[in-house]
T-cell receptor, first 109, second 115 residues
Framework: GQNIDQPTEMTATEGAIVQINCTYQ??????LFWYQQHAGEAPTFLSY??LDGLEEKGRFSSFLSRSKGYSYLLLKELQMKDSASYLC??????????WGAGTKLIIKP | ETGVTQTPRHLVMGMTNKKSLKCEQH?????MYWYKQSAKKPLELMFV???????ENNSVPSRFSPECPNSSHLFLHLHTLQPEDSALYLC??????????????FGAGSRLTVL
């Protein structure tokens, strides 16, 4: 079966750096997404990786290794507003989106 | 208004009620989706419409009935639901459907409670 694994919950301190990991086993691969979802709000698109390597966007970076079936989202200079759930999703060979259950990130002062 | 708008934001219904969820997008997108989001579970795709035609129905019980009258509007009609159907129902849209870099724009969701 197809599966996306990510930690259920993580805690980090304001100003610090946190890395949220995502591993996947899917039938084929056509890209990996990260979405952010604040409580009670819509998920919003953060990043898309289809080639190996690191994509940087301001304080957020996303890394992909297709050979390892692995990605991470790196958040730097954490702010209280970064407290949210982070959803990892992979597009399989049929262009179906397979979702992880999300990682709830708690930022403490 | 811009983006994807869902109404109502909150809905409480009995198991014998009939209600509808509404979704509207003003992005000019060609594809629209219904997802179910339950606590600590992955998003579950329910229905996909592309150019107003249903292209996917992921074995969803018939008590959920979608309707897409045009490319901007999507409804989810609810009838004789069960308590386990209580969840957040998310609507999303994308420019097209069936590509790798298909970015979804989500609405804020309708929180449904079935008593």
């Amino acid at each position: 079966g197809q599966n996306i694994d990510q930690p259920t919950e993580m805690t980090a301190t304001e100003g610090a750096i946190v890395q949220i990991n995502c591993t996947y086993q899917t039938s084929g691969f056509n890209g990996l997404f990260w979405y952010q979802q604040h409580a009670g709000e819509a998920p919003t698109f953060l990043s898309y990786n289809v080639l190996d390597g690191l994509e940087e966007k301001g304080r957020f970076s996303s890394f992909l290794s297709r050979s390892k079936g692995y990605s991470y989202l790196l958040l730097k200079e954490l702010q209280m507003k970064d407290s949210a759930s982070y959803l990892c999703a992979v597009t399989d060979s049929n262009y179906q989106l397979i979702w992880g259950a999300g990682t709830k990130l708690i930022i403490k002062p | 208004e811009t983006g994807v708008t869902q109404t109502p934001r909150h809905l409480v219904m009995g198991m014998t009620n009939k209600k509808s969820l509404k979704c509207e997008q003003h992005l000019g997108h060609n594809a629209m989706y219904w997802y179910k989001q339950s606590a600590k579970k992955p998003l579950e795709l329910m229905f996909v419409y592309s150019l107003e035609e249903r292209v996917e129905n992921n074995s969803v019980p018939s008590r959920f009935s979608p309707e897409c009258p045009n490319s901007s509007h999507l409804f989810l009609h609810l009838h004789t639901l069960q308590p386990e159907d209580s969840a957040l129902y998310l609507c999303a849209s994308s420019q097209d459907q069936g590509s790798g870099a298909n970015v979804l724009t989500f609405g804020a969701g309708s929180r449904l409670t079935v008593l």
